[in-house]
């Protein structure tokens, strides 16, 4: 059975001391994550300490990138 691509995703709004504890969470709950749905990542991208909420209008670097990666080439 071949196996779905996929990108992993983390993004935490506030690590005050950036020690990226949330985004190792995310990545154990991801990795379980691939087994149950026969995924396979092949893009791996996180924004740490990085808001998504409307009202700060931050950028999310690796969050656009992904978005990008993802659209047909042309």
Partial sequence: MERERAAKYRRI????????????????DLDALDERLNLVYVASCFDNDISASSRWNKRRPDYER?????LPVR
């Fill in 13 to 28: 709004s506030d690590d005050r001391e950036g020690c990226e504890l949330g985004i190792a969470r995310q990545d154990e």
């Fill in 66 to 70: 992904m978005l990008a990666d993802c």
